[in-house]
């Protein structure tokens, strides 16, 4: 059994900063591409930001420049540092994580259950 845990949410005021973080742990023989989502309500879940294994990063438009993905394969962590937040961005943030469980073939898509990121005006 695999599981991702977030944390480092909370409430901050326009412009400040957060760095979230996600660990994983269980079953793991190898993770793949681990990224950040984020779901505000009544919106569908998006896309913030992912790496790859090798550290290749790619991110949604609105965040370049002002977030940084980054992770430690060491501690199979991913973390997510977030400046100059606006109050749009207020959301739950999800880690997601492609993980192989064993040394057979095959991978598997694993879900945090979100950290709760609230950007005051």
């Given at each position: ?25 269980g ?14 309500p ?22 370049k ?9 060491a ?15 207020s ?21 945090g259950?979100g ?7």
């Amino acid at each position: 059994q695999v599981q991702l845990v977030e944390s480092g949410g909370g409430l901050v005021q326009a412009g400040g900063s957060l760095r979230l973080s996600c660990t994983a742990s269980g079953s793991i023989f190898r993770i793949n591409d681990m990224g950040w989502y984020r779901q505000a309500p009544g919106k569908q879940r998006e896309l913030v930001a992912t790496i790859t294994s090798g550290g290749s990063t790619d991110y949604t438009d609105s965040v370049k420049g002002r977030f940084t993905i980054s992770r430690d394969n060491a501690k199979n962590a991913v973390y997510l540092q977030m400046n100059s937040l606006k109050p749009e961005e207020s959301a739950v943030y999800y880690c997601n994580a492609e993980i192989r469980a064993t040394i057979l073939p095959g991978s598997k898509t694993y879900w945090g259950k979100g950290t709760l990121v609230t950007v005051s005006p």
